[in-house]
């Protein structure tokens, strides 16, 4: 008897199951190993020649992945926020940059007027400074002697100056003085030791010629140039000068310098300071310094003369200049907080009711940066300073009591704001970014006036200073935007305080290497790497203008494309460094380029 056992339902299930699972994991595996089997056949195919295929695998997977309903619907929504953004944000932030721009323009462009103006007038009708303060040449008292001249102190900073310590020091002892009553301090902070040997044996090659010269060096470089002028001061010989010419290493007065200079301070009892002007050695070396050139005498002939002529007050230069040693004390010395103490005494000097004159005619020799890394660390110093100095001395300005309301106007908005923050400003946002972003923004319309009257005018004022460069007039304009983009930064650092405040990076000077050619026949020998070469900052806004030159000239019918093209080309020469000389690291020519930070 066959006795039949009901197995339960569930039992039953649970197998049929479990076979079924095990039939499809072995269905997958059979089909996983199939699809890898045809791979590996399909592999030595692709390998010996279907590159192309496997791209267009991708790029139909691509294809497919951009055209599914999912991303078509994510890539419309971007794009819808973007145009959101772009008719709520971009367009009108633009809009008010051009306002802006164009404000600070016709701001810009009214002050080189007036100071254009004030320098014509000058020149028509012979406003010399011999005519406006009383100046009359020393005579010598047979019965007082030399007594008759005051004592003058000679300060010649300098640090690692190799190749041109003998040009201030040799021009130096060689002015026409009584030796008896001059002072020369060679205030040498060189950490080269066979500088300052050299250095040392110059000063006393002099002293055995008559000279009282001194060579002061310090176990320290507390406050550096102005630290080093400062705790020169404080030696007990300099009580009894009266007065202190100032020269930097690569400066060469003529030697009738004091006898035209030293006049105005003793005559005049409220001059504090008397400026020459600059006349450089090297203008023709290159392209870049003949620019520099064109610049410098434009803030000779055009800023320190009108600020001379209407308010008696222009910045100190920091060499090539004498002051008069009871208004140093009364503006409480030499300061190291910015790196430009020389503009800084200038300012506090000037708060203390002091006047300052400028001599045109009066030309000291010096050298122009010709490498275009060393102008960069210059004009970074020289603009960053200013805006550093501005902040900090503003409040000091508005309470001052000695002198007048007009004169704390000149300084605060002449001197500072409009000359040292729009100046630089509105030159790298306006021509560098605004306009040439605006190309992207049909909506944003920019007048003409803005875009070609005002830099006109500009560019005119600049060139008529140096005449015999007005061919160079358009390579001029695009270095100047190419800097625009160092010294609009440098601003900002200095009116935030940033890392780089306080940085100061010692020009390059060549010196004799000039006279013996040492320079372009070491070059031969061992030239710079292209990669070295190479500025980053300069080359990636050289790409971004380039876009948008192509931009403009597709899709836009301002024609901005024909400024900004060769603008974009600029920043190409100047990032891949095509300008100015490039000095190598060879024995002909030992330049040693010290970065340092003041508050370290």
Not at 332 to 358: C, H, I, N, P
Not at 522 to 531: D, T
Not at 545 to 563: D, E, G, V, W
Request: charged share 20%; hydrophobic share 45%.
């Amino acid at each position: 008897m066959v006795i039949f056992k009901k197995e339960p339902a569930v039992t039953r299930l649970s197998v049929i199951s479990t076979q079924a699972l095990a039939e499809s994991r072995g269905g997958r595996e059979r089909e996983r190993e199939e699809e890898e089997e045809e791979e590996e056949e399909e592999e030595p195919r692709v390998m010996e020649g279907s590159v192309s295929t496997t791209v267009a695998r991708y790029i139909d997977r691509t294809y497919d992945l951009l055209s599914s309903p999912s991303t078509a619907e994510a890539l419309s929504r971007v794009a819808a926020v973007f145009e959101v953004v772009r008719a709520g944000v971009l367009v009108p932030l633009l809009k008010v940059a051009v306002v802006l721009c164009l404000i600070m323009s016709v701001m810009l462009v009214i002050e080189k007027l007036s100071m254009a103006i004030i320098a014509l007038y000058v020149k028509v009708f012979r406003r010399t400074p011999e005519k406006i303060y009383k100046w009359a040449p020393l005579s010598q008292d047979p019965e007082l002697g030399s007594l008759s001249h005051p004592m003058v102190l000679i300060q010649i900073p300098m640090f690692n100056e190799r190749e041109v310590y003998q040009i201030s020091i040799g021009a130096v002892c060689k002015l026409v003085w009584p030796h008896d009553r001059l002072i020369i301090q060679v205030l040498d902070d060189s950490t080269d030791l066979s500088t300052r040997e050299l250095v040392q044996e110059e000063c006393q090659k002099w002293s055995n010629k008559g000279r009282n010269i001194h060579y002061i060096s310090r176990d320290n470089r507390n406050g550096y140039k102005a630290g080093a002028m400062k705790e020169a001061m404080d030696l007990d010989y300099v009580k009894k000068c009266d007065y202190v010419a100032i020269f930097d290493a690569d400066h060469e007065p003529p030697p009738d310098f004091l006898l035209r200079a030293i006049p105005f301070l003793m005559h005049n009892s409220d001059i504090a300071l008397v400026q020459a002007r600059w006349k450089f050695v090297n203008a023709n070396e290159c392209i870049m310094t003949r620019i520099q050139e064109m610049s410098l005498n434009y803030h000779f002939k055009m800023e320190q003369q009108s600020g001379s002529s209407t308010m008696a007050f222009f910045g100190f230069n920091g060499t090539a200049g004498v002051w008069r040693i009871q208004a140093i004390n009364e503006a409480e010395g030499w300061k190291e907080r910015t790196t430009v103490e020389d503009m800084d005494l200038a300012v506090r000097a000037s708060l203390q009711g002091w006047k300052f004159v400028y001599i045109g005619d009066l030309k000291v020799k010096s050298e122009l940066p010709s490498s275009y890394k060393a102008y960069r660390y210059q004009q970074h110093r020289w603009s960053c300073g200013p805006a550093n100095l501005f902040k900090k001395m503003t409040i000091d300005i508005i309470m001052a009591k000695k002198v007048s309301l007009l004169k704390k106007l000149f300084l605060l908005y002449n001197f500072f704001f409009a000359r040292r923050i729009i100046s630089h400003n509105v030159t790298f946002l306006f021509y560098c970014i605004v306009i040439p972003f605006s190309s992207f923004f049909p909506e944003v319309i920019i007048p003409k006036w803005g875009v070609f009257y005002i830099p006109t005018v500009i560019t005119i004022l600049n060139s008529i200073g140096t005449p015999r460069s007005l061919h160079l007039i358009i390579i001029w304009i695009f270095f100047e935007n190419v800097m625009s983009l160092h010294r609009c930064k440098a601003v900002f650092i200095g009116l935030f305080e940033a890392g780089r405040v306080n940085e100061w990076v010692v020009t390059e000077k060549l010196g004799k290497a000039l006279k013996t050619k040492q320079v372009s026949t070491a070059a031969k020998r061992s030239p710079n790497k292209f990669w070295q070469r190479c500025l980053f900052l300069e080359l990636g806004m050289a790409v971004v203008l380039l876009i948008c030159a192509l931009y403009n000239f597709i899709y836009r019918s301002n024609q901005y494309f024909i400024f900004i093209f060769p603008l974009s080309l600029s920043y190409f020469l100047m990032g891949f460094g095509f300008v100015g000389t490039h000095i190598p690291a060879a024995k002909a020519i030992i330049i040693q380029n010290i970065t340092f930070n003041l508050l370290s």
